[in-house]
């Protein structure tokens, strides 16, 4: 088969490594031609030495972040399929923007558009609350329009897709941790902590609005009310300017990395107690799978989509309030069992995950039946 593998709209945050962790695996797949669309982030991070002659890259030139940019995406990508003639599109993420004349499967993980409960909707302005309503309308229309099937990373955002698009194909492929995970050799130990015997609180995550980390130096001054003495300190991966309310009194308890590339991520766990997520919205965020590889203790929201990911594998708090996560937070750091008890619990929990191998499996199962259903052999 001949398939196009397209990340032309992956730009930024967790679909980096998740795509790239995907086609990593798919070198090992020789019985197709796999013809990729490469985002100029992605394309940054590949190494196109490495894949085998059944691979064919191209760099997207146009992007989507504006309706003129849209169109000369969709024809760029259009004049691209003519010249390939694809069996099958994935596109990793969407939406895609883009209809192609294959059958087109998509990836999904726009939270924001299934879960209306969410207490993000509560933290958000009138105005982001309208530009998000904006947004929704198009990029749903995108998935309704431009695409044959769907693969989301939990049973239960499968479920709400399906309410919200009925009659559209919807597969279940767990998410998982980079396979660099699994490879200490190729791990790099650029970023080192200042030493320090303070419990650390590890965050690797873009400073979306819907991950809730503005909440942090509240949570710093509740702490130090609260616990005086409590040695602590929250590790970002981003840079300080980008946290806003910061002031002399919190500094002293924040260190930013900066942006860090996924090789830099399991030393960072290794350097830290906790993995801290205060997130509102989610379907499935690769830190709890690797936070549960790295055996750290997992501090996140009581919302459903954390609780079905993480089980009992995970301390909980009110994502809203900075008493209750400071609590959490120090009883953590207080119970050297309970730390230990958790981690066991998310060996345990981890193994519910597919590996890397096995996730990319489940994706190229996915095209080739529903090519083989849509071209019967008779």
């Given at each position: 088969m001949k398939i196009v593998i397209n990340t032309a709209t992956i730009r930024v945050g967790g679909g980096l490594p998740a795509a790239h962790s995907?086609?990593?695996?798919?070198?090992?797949?020789?019985?197709?031609?796999?013809?990729?669309?490469?985002?100029?982030?992605?394309?940054?991070?590949v190494d196109r030495t490495v894949f085998p002659a059944n691979f064919v890259f191209y760099d997207i030139r146009s992007g989507a972040a504006t309706i003129r940019g849209r169109r000369r995406?969709?024809?760029?990508?259009?004049?691209?399929?003519?010249?390939?003639?694809?069996?099958?599109?994935?596109?990793?993420?969407?939406p895609p923007y883009w209809r192609p004349r294959?059958?087109?499967?998509?990836?999904?993980?726009?939270?924001q558009y299934l879960y209306k409960y969410?207490?993000?909707?509560?933290?958000?302005?009138?105005?982001?609350?309208?530009?998000?309503?904006?947004?929704?309308?198009?990029?749903?229309?995108s998935f309704k329009n431009d695409c044959d099937a769907f693969i989301?990373?939990?049973?239960?955002v499968r479920k709400h897709l399906m309410n919200r698009l009925p009659g559209k194909e919807v597969h279940t492929v767990t998410n998982?941790?980079?396979?660099?995970?699994?490879?200490?050799?190729?791990w790099s130990y650029n970023i080192a902590l200042p030493a320090s015997g303070?419990?650390?609180?590890?965050?690797?995550?873009?400073?979306?609005?819907?991950?809730?980390?503005?909440?942090?130096p509240k949570v710093i001054e509740y702490l130090l009310v609260q616990y005086p003495g409590f040695s602590f300190r929250f590790v970002l991966t981003f840079n300080k300017e980008e946290l806003k309310g910061v002031t002399s009194l919190h500094a002293p308890y924040l260190h930013f990395t900066g942006k860090v590339n996924i090789a830099e991520c399991p030393p960072l766990y290794q350097q830290a107690d906790a993995m801290f997520l205060p997130t509102l919205l989610e379907c499935f965020s690769v830190?709890?799978?690797?936070?549960?590889?790295?055996?750290?203790?997992?501090?996140?929201?009581?919302?459903?989509?954390?609780?079905?990911?993480?089980?009992?594998?995970?301390?909980?708090?009110d994502p809203l309030s900075p008493g209750d996560i400071g609590d959490v937070i120090y009883k953590a750091a207080a119970d050297d069992g309970l730390r230990a008890q958790l981690t066991h619990n998310g060996r345990q929990q981890l193994s519910r995950f597919l590996s890397p191998k096995e996730k990319a499996a489940a994706y190229l199962k996915i095209i080739e039946t529903g090519y083989e259903t849509a071209h019967p052999v008779f």
């Amino acid at each position: 088969m001949k398939i196009v593998i397209n990340t032309a709209t992956i730009r930024v945050g967790g679909g980096l490594p998740a795509a790239h962790s995907f086609l990593n695996e798919c070198r090992a797949s020789t019985g197709n031609t796999f013809h990729v669309f490469l985002s100029a982030k992605l394309a940054a991070m590949v190494d196109r030495t490495v894949f085998p002659a059944n691979f064919v890259f191209y760099d997207i030139r146009s992007g989507a972040a504006t309706i003129r940019g849209r169109r000369r995406l969709r024809k760029e990508l259009a004049a691209l399929e003519d010249r390939i003639g694809p069996d099958v599109v994935l596109t990793v993420f969407g939406p895609p923007y883009w209809r192609p004349r294959a059958r087109h499967i998509c990836g999904f993980a726009k939270a924001q558009y299934l879960y209306k409960y969410s207490p993000f909707f509560k933290i958000i302005s009138f105005k982001q609350a309208l530009l998000l309503k904006v947004k929704e309308h198009f990029h749903m229309n995108s998935f309704k329009n431009d695409c044959d099937a769907f693969i989301v990373e939990t049973d239960d955002v499968r479920k709400h897709l399906m309410n919200r698009l009925p009659g559209k194909e919807v597969h279940t492929v767990t998410n998982t941790c980079h396979q660099v995970f699994d490879d200490p050799a190729k791990w790099s130990y650029n970023i080192a902590l200042p030493a320090s015997g303070a419990f650390t609180l590890l965050t690797v995550a873009v400073n979306y609005i819907h991950k809730n980390l503005s909440i942090i130096p509240k949570v710093i001054e509740y702490l130090l009310v609260q616990y005086p003495g409590f040695s602590f300190r929250f590790v970002l991966t981003f840079n300080k300017e980008e946290l806003k309310g910061v002031t002399s009194l919190h500094a002293p308890y924040l260190h930013f990395t900066g942006k860090v590339n996924i090789a830099e991520c399991p030393p960072l766990y290794q350097q830290a107690d906790a993995m801290f997520l205060p997130t509102l919205l989610e379907c499935f965020s690769v830190s709890y799978a690797e936070a549960m590889k790295m055996d750290r203790v997992i501090l996140t929201s009581d919302l459903p989509f954390a609780r079905n990911i993480c089980a009992d594998a995970a301390l909980y708090f009110d994502p809203l309030s900075p008493g209750d996560i400071g609590d959490v937070i120090y009883k953590a750091a207080a119970d050297d069992g309970l730390r230990a008890q958790l981690t066991h619990n998310g060996r345990q929990q981890l193994s519910r995950f597919l590996s890397p191998k096995e996730k990319a499996a489940a994706y190229l199962k996915i095209i080739e039946t529903g090519y083989e259903t849509a071209h019967p052999v008779f």
